[in-house]
């Protein structure tokens, strides 16, 4: 009894096929990056074009390869928010025509939700709530008080940036490619990640559970390139005074401690979240917390703590339609959203305090 997801959210064209027990039968996702590595981020009318060039082969692969038919799938679902209004619209239309040829219900899933549901695929075993939920992706940093894997309580996130477009742009400002991410980390490994102190924005703030990167990335934007003049005056005319782009030992420090303020920052909210809730699981995804330094700085935090801190592996992590596990949550309730299912753009907070979707 296989339903087929789709996801098309931000940038990635993914589609999956989930039987009711949650065994993945099949995973494809076709990446954007190459198309938007010379704007150094996502330009939604480029990556919404992508996807309608790329939706039905995938599906058409993820089917494939799971060994199926269409015709045997017993329901489609999709991610209806947050998300881009294009994109989310290209695998909405797709959805909607899959469903209503074969006859069979169509149900919306919260892509935020999603993410975390990718640890009960990677550890079904171990999953329990209520427990603190954590996304860290390249649109959204998020803590949750998880009540259930539909019902997700927002307890604080970023105020400005998310960590993910962090790193983009910090990996812009030290002439590393995109995405950021993977950049920063690589070259980071090299590095001290106390060469440099940068600043961790609200970490000392007991009584929020926000996060903020915007400071952060000035002062890396100072350290690369400090201003021409502490008064503003004009720069004496001539030859650009901009020093060159920091290299070999240099640049590996500048990363290692960014990363490092960005680790540092995100974890001390955490603490402060399973604090704050008495839980004793800790459940993680999206993107960003397939960064190693991330994932080892949680897992020490899991042991000081004494809770299970439960991180899928790095495929599950990054955006996939795998995680469109979470709509058999839905079905199994008897639930069907229906050909007036609509997309809702947007934050994270669009999923706060309600079910899924």
């Known amino acids: 009894m296989p339903l087929l997801a789709i996801e098309t959210t931000c940038d990635e064209t993914a589609a999956a096929v989930i039987d009711r027990s949650r065994r993945v039968l099949s995973s494809v996702v076709a990446s954007q990056d190459d198309l938007h590595a010379r704007w150094r981020g996502v330009v939604p009318e480029v990556a919404s074009r992508a996807h309608v060039e790329r939706i039905i082969p995938v599906i058409d692969e993820a089917v494939t390869r799971a060994g199926v038919s269409k015709e045997s799938l017993v329901a489609v679902a999709v991610a209806v928010r947050p998300g881009l209004v294009g994109s989310l619209l290209v695998g909405l239309c797709a959805a909607k025509g899959i469903a209503a040829v074969l006859g069979v219900p169509l149900v919306g899933y919260d892509h935020i939700a999603a993410h975390l549901y990718a640890c009960r695929l990677a550890h079904p075993e171990r999953i329990r709530y209520p427990c603190v939920g954590l996304v ?127 680790v540092d920052a995100i974890v001390a909210k955490v603490d402060l979240a399973l604090a704050r809730t008495g839980c004793r699981v800790l459940a993680v995804g999206g993107g960003v917390t397939a960064n190693a330094a991330l994932r080892g700085a949680l897992e020490s935090l899991g042991r000081k703590r004494r809770i299970d801190v439960l991180i899928p592996p790095r495929e599950l992590c990054t955006d996939n339609a795998a995680m469109g596990a979470i709509a058999w949550e839905r079905l199994e309730r008897g639930e069907d959203d229906g050909l007036e299912l609509d997309v809702t753009p947007g934050t994270d907070r669009s999923a706060a305090r309600r079910p899924s979707p």
Do not use: C, M
């Open 136 to 262: 860290a992706s390249g649109g959204h940093t998020s803590l949750f008080h998880l009540h259930g894997p539909l019902e997700l309580e927002r307890l604080g996130g970023t105020i400005d940036d998310a960590a993910g477009e962090a790193f983009d742009k910090a990996a812009a400002l030290l002439g590393l490619g995109y995405p950021g991410g993977p950049w920063i980390e690589r070259v980071a490994a090299g590095g001290n990640p106390a060469a440099h102190r940068f600043p961790r924005p609200l970490v000392n703030d007991r009584e929020r559970l926000d996060l903020s990167f915007s400071g952060l990335k000035t002062a890396l934007r100072y350290r690369v390139r400090p201003p021409a003049s502490p008064f503003g005056a004009a720069p004496a005319a001539g030859p650009s005074l901009d020093p060159p782009l920091p290299t070999g030992q240099a640049l590996a420090d500048l990363a290692a401690s960014f990363q490092q303020a960005v």
